[in-house]
């Protein structure tokens, strides 16, 4: 059985489908061995500080689709681009 195979025999027993909420990805995280921590951090946040090449595919999918979302494009400019207003 390949990883896709387990992981879609996993999703169907445990009726995940489309990833809709974080719920589901954290039901994944937590099948794979992740959980919460006594310092705060959610099994998801923990599954992502070890693995910096999950954060790179979330960085990425988010640079995919931020010029498809205008309010996050209008958001990120807003951070990087100086306020004209307080130099007049």
Same mark, same amino acid.
């Given at each position: 059985?390949?990883? $896709?195979?387990?992981?879609?025999?996993?999703e169907?027993? $445990? #009726?995940?489908?489309?990833? !809709?909420?974080?719920?589901?990805? !954290?039901?994944l995280?937590?099948? =794979? +061995?992740?959980?919460?921590? *006594?310092?705060?951090? @959610?099994?998801?946040?923990?599954?992502? +500080?070890?693995?910096?090449?999950?954060?790179?595919?979330v #960085? $990425?999918? =988010?640079?995919e689709?931020? +010029?498809?979302? *205008?309010?996050?494009r @209008?958001?990120?400019? @807003?951070?990087?681009? *100086?306020?004209? @207003?307080?130099n007049?």
């Open positions: 059985m390949n990883a $896709n195979d387990i992981i879609n025999q996993w169907e027993q $445990n #009726r995940v489908y489309h990833y !809709e909420n974080v719920k589901d990805l !954290e039901k995280v937590n099948a =794979i +061995g992740y959980h919460s921590d *006594p310092y705060g951090n @959610d099994a998801i946040a923990n599954f992502l +500080g070890d693995n910096p090449g999950a954060l790179e595919a #960085r $990425n999918w =988010i640079a689709y931020i +010029g498809k979302v *205008p309010e996050w @209008d958001s990120i400019k @807003d951070e990087i681009e *100086p306020d004209n @207003d307080e007049d």
